[in-house]
């Protein structure tokens, strides 16, 4: 059998190119080529990083050129009482983060959460999307490419599944820019954030468009689907899953727990997560959802990039009869619990903290119970951090911890 040494003799010969090596040795001598190859070239020790605990065939699909593991801690804030539709339990939730005082502050919020009986979640639209564009010779030819679809929606939709056995075309919504015409698919992918079989029978639909149109694919991603970028059009049709989860807490808890009022926290989050977010002309009107949302993403095996849509998220807070009612609304949440990163044995592990590693019955229920989780522990993370804010905790907060 190949060693690594002898590998990475091959790539300094030029026999070999570097994503080459899992043809010639199994994975994890290819990713030990590749340590000495690198440790050679930049001086650096990669003895942490070539210390991981799954063997390296099962990141074949989730990366290339592996060298090793980066370590990213975990932990667990909770339990907490999700009451959703797609899941109705007591769960810790896990996160992975390098962010000190974070998983502190959620688990504030996951506290005080259960002593208001829990917080109610619910996930109101779901749909992955990808959105070719077309060129076309002018403004006329655009409307017949748009009227055309409007009454072919039965053709695209065939096309398309034919590609999948999971996915379901749900609506193809056009949007006409000059002699642009982008079609925005969208599609029920079940358990899968479904990025990946979008692509696919979003193409295999396209070639019919251009069979029977005059329209000519200029690119399978127009950029209006609109992944891994901030976009409106996500914050108002959605994209993965819409999801917003809620919770009312009495005073009595807010003043005890939180050290603060009802007003206190519903002023400020006017003046800070609404009004201040508007003169920023953010999309995302909240306080710290990116936090959340990337350390749950981390610790089972979402793709890390779609934070960006993730955090598109609009925090709420208002007093009724003298208590508090918080919510958070999520507006693009894309995650799986089947393909990609959650293959990882570790990720996959974080799944099973939750429960709901793989596919659901009925088929979505564990995407959705996944997405409502972490509406639930987005809303602990904002009432925590908005709790400190009002009662000016925050500094001390992490002058205690150290951090």
């Given at each position: 059998m190949t060693d690594a040494a002898s590998l990475a003799d091959r790539v300094r010969e030029g026999e070999l190119r570097l994503h080459e090596l899992e043809a010639h040795a199994d994975a994890d001598v290819a990713a030990e080529a590749r340590r000495l190859l690198v440790e050679e070239q930049s001086g650096a020790s990669l003895d942490s990083v070539g210390n991981y605990g799954f063997p390296a065939e099962v990141a074949e699909s989730a990366i290339e050129n592996m060298v090793g593991a980066i370590q990213v801690p975990m932990g667990v804030a909770g339990p907490v009482t999700v009451n959703g539709g797609a899941i109705s339990d007591e769960?810790?939730?896990?996160?992975?983060?390098?962010?000190?005082?974070?998983?502190?502050?959620v688990n504030r919020g996951c506290s005080v959460i259960n002593a208001a009986g829990g917080a109610t979640a619910r996930v109101l639209k779901s749909g992955m999307t990808r959105a070719p564009v077309f060129r076309v010779a002018d403004v006329a030819e655009a409307e017949a490419l748009v009227s055309w679809t409007r009454d072919n929606f039965e053709k695209l939709k065939a096309a398309a599944e034919e590609t999948t056995n999971h996915g379901e075309l749900l609506d193809v919504t056009p949007y006409v820019v000059g002699n642009s015409v982008y079609l925005r698919f969208r599609y029920d992918t079940k358990d899968a954030m479904g990025m990946n079989m979008t692509t696919i029978a979003t193409g295999a639909a396209c070639e019919v468009v251009e069979d029977e149109t005059t329209g000519s694919l200029v690119a399978l991603s127009g950029n209006l689907c609109t992944d891994k970028k901030p976009a409106a059009i996500n914050a108002v049709e959605g994209r993965g899953r819409s999801v917003t989860a809620d919770v009312r807490i009495p005073r009595e808890i807010v003043e005890e727990r939180l050290h603060t009022t009802p007003e206190a926290i519903a002023e400020l989050n006017t003046r800070k997560n609404l009004v201040g977010s508007a003169k920023a002309a953010s999309l995302g009107f909240n306080a710290h959802v990116a936090n959340v949302v990337a350390a749950m993403f981390l610790a089972t095996g979402q793709d890390e990039a779609q934070v960006v849509e993730g955090a598109n998220a609009i925090t709420t807070a208002d007093v009724q009869d003298g208590d508090l009612y918080v919510s958070v609304s999520l507006a693009s949440l894309e995650v799986g619990t089947v393909g990609g990163g959650t293959k990882l044995p570790t990720q996959a592990e974080g799944l099973d903290i939750l429960g709901i590693r793989g596919g659901g019955n009925p088929a979505g229920s564990n995407a959705d119970a996944?997405?409502?989780?972490?509406?639930?522990?987005?809303?602990?993370?904002?009432?925590?951090?908005?709790?400190?804010?009002?009662?000016?905790?925050?500094?001390?907060?992490?002058?205690?911890?150290?951090?």
């Open positions: 769960k810790y939730l896990p996160l992975a983060t390098t962010e000190g005082a974070l998983l502190a502050s996944l997405a409502e989780c972490i509406a639930v522990g987005s809303l602990a993370g904002e009432l925590s951090l908005l709790s400190a804010l009002a009662s000016r905790h925050l500094s001390s907060a992490h002058a205690e911890l150290g951090r």
